[in-house]
C-alpha cells in the first residue's frame, strides 16, 4: 500500500452556524470535524465504531492537541487529512493536517486513542484487532507539531462550576470530548478572541463524567499567552486537563 493511500482526506465548508462572531470557525467544531474524519478514516479500513461495538469495544479519545496558523472563514472551503502514526498495544498515535481551499496546510492535530471494552471499560490489544492488519495503515507523512505533554496545576480555587446536561452527552453515555473544548474557551472574555486568536489547544481526557455531574474548573496563567486548566467532577476527581496558548 503506498503512503498516498494510507491517508484519508475529507472536505468540509465553514458554515454560518459553525463560525463565531470573528467569522473564524470555532475550535469546538474543528474538533468535532477532527474526530470525524478519524471516524471516517478508521471505517473506511475496517477498525471503525460500527464494527467495534458490534464486538463490545469503543474508540476513545485520551489527548489530543491541535496548533493553528490560521482558521477556515465563513463559507470557505477547507479538508482534513488524517493518517496513523503508531500502533502500540494499547494505544494508536492518529495525526491531522488542515488545508484551506487553496491546499495550503494552515494546521496539524495530534490525538492518542485507546480502545475500550464496553462492559469494563478498560484498554484492548490494538494489535489482535482483525489480526493486527491495523498496522498496514500506519504511515511516516510527518506531523511538525509537538505531542501533546503533562499539564500539571497548582490553583487550588475554581474559577466556574457547570452542571452537566443533556446537550453535554453523547452515544456513550458520558459528556462529549468536544464539550470541554466549548466549557473551557467559554472560560475567557469576548474581548480575549478580540484581541488575539488560540494557536495551540491541548486536551487531556483522564476521566469520564455524566449527566449531573457538577464540573468545577481551575485556570492557571502561565505567561501573558499560555494558559492551563483543570476540569474536576463533583469536587474530586479530574477529568480533563488542558493548556490553551493565544497569540
Known amino acids: 500500500m503506498t503512503e498516498d493511500a494510507k ?13 463565531d462572531f470573528t467569522g473564524k470557525l470555532t475550535m469546538s467544531v474543528l474538533g468535532n470535524h477532527l ?15 460500527a464494527f467495534l461495538q458490534e464486538n463490545h469495544y ?14 477556515p472563514e465563513q463559507y470557505e472551503k477547507f479538508s482534513i487529512q488524517t493518517w496513523v502514526e ?5 494505544f494508536t498515535d492518529r495525526n491531522f493536517s488542515l488545508l484551506d481551499k487553496d491546499g495550503k496546510t494552515i494546521g ?3 490525538s492518542v486513542w485507546a480502545m475500550i471494552s464496553m462492559e469494563t471499560r478498560k484498554p484492548a490489544d490494538l494489535l489482535t484487532l482483525h489480526g493486527g492488519s491495523i498496522m ?5 507523512k510527518a506531523c511538525p507539531i509537538e505531542k501533546p505533554g503533562r499539564i500539571k496545576m497548582t490553583s487550588s480555587a475554581p474559577v466556574a462550576e457547570y452542571q452537566t ?17 466549548e466549557h473551557i474557551l467559554d ?11 488560540v494557536r495551540r489547544f491541548e486536551m487531556a481526557y483522564v476521566a469520564e463524567s455524566y449527566y449531573g455531574d457538577t464540573l468545577s474548573f481551575y485556570q492557571e496563567q502561565v505567561n501573558e499567552d499560555e494558559y492551563l486548566i483543570e476540569v474536576k467532577k463533583n469536587g474530586t476527581e479530574v477529568v480533563v486537563r488542558s493548556k490553551v496558548i493565544f497569540s
Not at 35 to 49: I, K, P, V
Not at 136 to 140: E, P
Not at 166 to 173: A, E, H, R, T, V
Not at 187 to 197: A, D, T, V
Open 58 to 71: 469503543t474508540w476513545v479519545l485520551s489527548r489530543l492537541a491541535i496548533e493553528l496558523d490560521e482558521m
Open 86 to 90: 503508531n500502533v502500540y498495544r494499547l
Open 7 to 19: 491517508i484519508g482526506t475529507y472536505e468540509f465548508v465553514a458554515e454560518p452556524f459553525h463560525v
Open 136 to 140: 498496514d495503515y500506519v504511515c511516516d
Open 108 to 110: 496539524y492535530a495530534r
Open 165 to 181: 446536561k443533556y446537550s453535554d452527552i453523547d452515544i456513550n453515555g458520558h459528556v462529549n470530548s468536544i464539550k470541554y473544548i
Open 187 to 197: 472560560l475567557f472574555p469576548l474581548s480575549q478572541f478580540k484581541e488575539k486568536r
Open 35 to 49: 474526530l470525524n474524519c478519524a471516524g471516517f478514516h478508521a471505517s473506511d479500513r475496517g477498525f471503525g465504531m
